[in-house]
Antibody, heavy 123, light 108 residues
């Protein structure tokens, strides 16, 4: 059974940093691209970042480019999102999602999702 | 970036009814269109990928169609568990993997 478990969310002040983690199990982690998607409570889904199976291809939404860094450790079956210079508008539930292909871009779908970790940025 | 527009934003229906949700892309995305279902307090769940392929385990009352810029998600004979919010997503030209704004299906 595929499982994705996010952690690392919390309440932080604007300008602070936070590192999210996603522990994956139930599939061959290094065969697939992985993604982060966020959702402001009560609002729609926003893609945040993607990383290919070997970390060779990475992409970011314009809203987080230059502030967030996605990474993965295939030996630990783990995905990460380092979030720096956090803003109030980054407040959201952050989901980790498994891609259906090895690549990070141009194709596929998100076939499994974690339950999310809540990030709140407020003074 | 490709924009995805869903309609209607919300709809009401009764158990047993059939409904259709539409998703339009701002440019052609071939068949690279996916549909997700999200229930309150839960993570999104993949329903349809590649415009018309049913994800394993998803009931056959769900179906998808379309190509190019216009796509539909149809649900026949609504069940109580189908009342949720539905999102389309394009994966043709990504990043970004653009989502539609969602269509909330409520019980009448």
């Amino acid at each position: 059974e595929v499982q994705l478990v996010e952690s690392g969310g919390g309440l932080v002040q604007p300008g602070w940093s936070l590192r999210l983690s996603c522990a994956a199990s139930g599939f061959t982690f290094d065969d697939y691209g992985m993604h982060w998607v966020r959702q402001v409570p009560g609002k729609g889904l926003e893609w945040v970042s993607s990383i290919s199976w070997n970390s060779g291809t990475i992409g970011y939404a314009d809203s987080v480019k230059g502030r967030f860094t996605i990474s993965r450790d295939n030996a630990k079956n783990s995905l990460y999102l380092q979030m720096n210079s956090l803003r109030a508008e980054d407040t959201a539930l952050y989901y980790c999602a498994k891609g259906s292909i090895a690549a990070a871009h141009n194709g596929g779908h998100f076939d499994y999702w974690g339950q999310g970790t809540l990030v709140t940025v407020s003074s | 970036d490709i924009q995805m527009t869903q309609s209607p934003p919300s709809l009401t229906a009764s158990v047993g009814d059939g409904v259709t949700i539409t998703c339009r892309a701002s440019q052609s995305i071939s068949s690279h269109l996916n549909w997700y279902q999200q229930k309150p307090g839960k993570a999104p769940k993949l329903l349809i990928y590649g415009a018309s392929s049913l994800q394993s385990g998803v009931p056959s009352r769900f179906s998808g169609s379309g190509s190019g810029t216009d796509f539909t998600l149809s649900i026949s004979s609504l069940q109580p568990e189908d009342f949720a919010t539905y999102y389309c997503q394009q994966s043709y030209s990504s990043p970004p993997y653009t989502f539609g704004q969602g269509s909330k299906l409520e019980i009448k």
